[in-house]
């Protein structure tokens, strides 16, 4: 078979390796912004994808397997890459190709994944990547020996230079020309047997050994001291959030002025009639409010995705480890937590990575306590509408700030009660091993970073353009309609379909003291948390209240909400029950109903109650 | 019998074996020995314990060869050594 005949065909290439061999840094260099994530079917596995043309006309389709240890079958990751490298796999076609990456700082342990990739039946090629840290750490490695021993090309790269990448594609370009066709994989040796050739191998091809990156071992000692260690983890944590707040005031300034500005605009050049009405009070008041957001939430993932950068996401896991054990966890846990402060989702899925299913369970369970980015806007909101601006310790931190992070702190530390509960009760059982590998500190490359900011914006800008748009028109329909009858005294809404529901809602939200409109806000709020937001920005235009259009809604909730109902918002918000595109992954992450209906209920009993309490307690100090 | 779990920061030594069965729990043992040997333990290699943690002085960093692995004493049990 030869498949150069056929000029248009895809070639597909398969990325293997370990995880920290800098696969994704490669990815990303190989395919640059024509990339895109997506899930395997049935299993919440990312599907990495990319394409580039080779010089000669090939297009190339580069998947990026997740990062793995071994091909057994302990962990999904394993068995999808397994699955897919045999080509068993049900949605994704064998690959032509795999295209195996090792860092060259510890080529030893990197090897036995190659070695047992060999058994699979597709042609290998090696990528000895992070060239430039083994050399200044010492290391030589000649690839000539390592090809010769091993039979297959290898090619020393790093990830972030042309030229370094510019020979791996041609090597890749000479793969493609001589393409063998796939054979059946074999069984592979023991771990032990592999463990041993690969010792054999590295000896022979390993000219120098050098010694321990000289930066990590240096900074190690001080961001993993048992006291300053902590120290600096609590003050990046902090200084994280305050930033949130600091940083997107002017952005967000700007953009609240661009959408008034436009709504002034569309107010002069329109009639007054219905169409003006849903632009105004529908579409612009429903999604700029949203989008007013979007500076906090690049911000924070900025900070997320540099910690993962730079490797400091791990010390965070080691430094959380004994903590995280109190509560029958482990370290490893941390990290899907972390994610979950951008997104339960992301953060969710990121559980995979837990070997043992009832740890698992109990990380999903807690992972929508952790603050996502979505309720930024309401907590932002709010607490600029009920919170003074004003410095506290000496000018030292804002006062917003700091009400900001006690929220995450209530939402961390409750996720730490559920937890230790849940491993007393419905996941009882052993404790399982943390062992992990604290990879070399690293400078983030500004490129990879734009290109993961660019994809979380993309996201959401998708949904305030689809879900959060929708919404607003919908709501500004049930809003509009019926109209008020003859001889009303209350405002048009009151009496529409929105009104009507909102007041029977209001049965179970009054004694949480939410006023009607608040009520509506948290239908459409299930749908995605920001959309609450949205859904306010709708119903209080629609109020004919005109401050809405002059000052924003930040100035109606402050004039219009008194403080105990703004704080039970607020501690609605912390415990808030999911957005439904959440609940759908907790579904097929733990392929339980049950689960799923457990976790909604609890999260709707503890922000109920926690509702409850604030308001009580709130109108009790007032008084 | 000295194993990895005893050692102080600082103390350096080598890996003689490994003894899974040492774990009290047999869920938390099986497969212990191929993940160590997995993510770079291995007979012969010399070991440093680096960092301890802030309480209890667990989870341990350890350095084999170059690289740095996170464990916990309870895992570290299982590693014997000169």
Redesign the interface.
């Known amino acids: 078979m030869n498949i150069m005949t056929e000029t248009s065909q895809e070639i597909k290439i398969a990325l293997v390796g370990s995880p920290n061999c800098g696969k994704s840094s490669l990815f990303n260099s190989l395919t640059g912004s024509r990339q895109k994530v997506a899930n395997y079917p049935g299993v919440t596995v990312e599907r990495r994808s990319g394409t580039y043309t080779t010089k000669d006309g090939h297009n190339i389709t580069l998947i990026d397997l997740p990062g793995i ?2 091909l ?1 079958d ?1 962990t999904l990751d394993e068995r999808v890459s397994r699955q897919v490298i045999t080509g068993v796999h049900k949605s994704e076609s064998r690959p032509d190709l795999l295209l195996c990456i090792a860092d060259s ?2 080529l ?2 990197h090897l ?1 994944l190659v070695l047992e990739l060999k058994y699979l039946g597709l042609p290998v090629i090696l990528a000895l990547n992070m060239r430039d840290l083994a050399e200044r ?1 010492g ?1 030589t490695i000649d690839p000539k020996i390592l090809s010769r021993e091993l039979g297959i090309p290898v090619v020393a790269t790093v990830a972030v230079r042309r030229d370094s990448l510019d020979a791996l594609k041609t090597e890749l370009s000479q793969a493609i020309t001589s393409l063998t066709p796939a054979r059946d994989a074999v069984q592979a040796p023991t ?2 047997e592999l ?1 041993k050739q690969a ?1 054999r191998l590295s000896e022979v091809a390993i000219m120098s ?2 010694t ?2 000289k930066v ?2 240096q900074l ?1 000692k001080i961001l ?4 300053f ?2 120290i600096i983890f609590f003050i990046t944590l902090f200084g994280m959030f305050q930033l949130v707040y600091f940083w997107a005031e002017a952005p967000m300034g700007l953009i609240e002025e661009g959408f008034r500005i436009l709504q002034g605009f569309i107010a002069e050049i329109l009639p007054d009639n219905w169409f003006r009405s849903l632009l105004i009070h529908g579409v612009i008041a429903g999604v700029g409010s949203v989008l007013v957001f979007l500076p906090q939430i690049l911000i924070l993932f900025t900070f997320i995705l540099i910690l993962e950068a730079t490797g400091y996401m ?1 010390r965070a ?3 959380m ?3 995280m ?1 109190m509560v029958g966890l ?2 490893r846990a941390f990290i899907p937590l972390m994610s979950s402060f951008a997104c339960a989702i992301p953060g969710i899925m990121a559980t995979r990575t837990i070997e043992h299913h009832r740890d698992r369970i109990t990380t999903i369970m807690i992972a929508p306590l952790m603050t996502c980015s979505a309720r930024i806007p309401v907590y932002a909101l709010l607490i600029g509408a009920v919170v003074p601006n004003k410095s506290i310790f000496y000018g030292l931190f804002g006062l917003q700030g700091m009400v900001l992070f006690g929220l995450y702190l209530v939402g961390i530390v409750s996720a730490l009660i559920v937890a230790a509960v849940l491993k007393m009760t419905l996941t009882r ?10 990879p070399k500190y690293q400078l983030p490359v500004l490129r990879h970073l734009l290109i993961n900011l660019w994809e979380r914006a993309r996201i959401f800008l998708k949904r305030a353009g689809t879900i959060i748009l929708y919404s607003a028109i919908g709501l500004w329909a049930l809003a509009q309609y019926p109209k008020k009858p003859l001889g009303a005294t209350e405002p048009d809404i009151y009496y529409s379909y929105a009104g009507t529901l909102g007041r029977y809602l209001q049965y179970i939200f009054e004694p949480l003291g939410f006023n009607w409109e608040m009520s509506i806000a948290l239908i459409p709020g299930m749908a995605a948390r920001e959309v609450a937001i949205g859904a306010l920005g709708t119903v209080y235009a629609l109020q004919g209240n005109e401050d809405q259009i002059t000052q924003g809604l930040r100035t109606v909730i402050q004039n219009s909400w008194s403080l105990p109902t703004a704080f039970a918002f607020l501690a609605w918000y912390v415990f808030a029950p999911q957005c439904f595109a959440t609940l759908a992954t907790v579904r097929r992450e733990t392929n339980s109903w049950g689960w799923t209906a457990f976790m909604t209920g609890y999260l709707f009993a503890l922000a109920y109650s926690a509702a409850f309490v604030v308001n009580k307690a709130t109108i009790a100090l007032l008084a | 019998m000295r194993y990895l779990s005893d050692l102080d920061k600082g103390d350096k030594a080598t890996i003689l074996g490994f003894e899974a069965g040492r774990c009290e ?1 047999i ?2 043992a099986r ?2 020995e ?7 333990f ?1 007979e012969g290699l010399e070991v440093q314990i ?10 341990i ?1 350890v ?1 084999i ?8 004493r ?2 570290a049990c299982a590693v014997r050594i000169t």
């Open positions: 240890y071994s057994k302990r700082t510890n030893r342990v036995r750490d290391i771990t032990r463990q010792r050994e050098g321990q990156h990590t071992r190690d993993l001291h048992p006291f260690g902590i791990a896991a080691f430094i480890d004994r903590l054990a482990n370290g059982g052993a404790a399982q091993p943390f062992l992990m590998e604290l | 729990d869920e938390f497969d212990l191929d993940r160590l040997l997995e993510i770079g291995e680096l960092h301890e943690g802030p309480i209890s002085r667990d989870p960093a350095r060869g170059q690289m740095t692995v996170a464990l916990r309870m895992e």
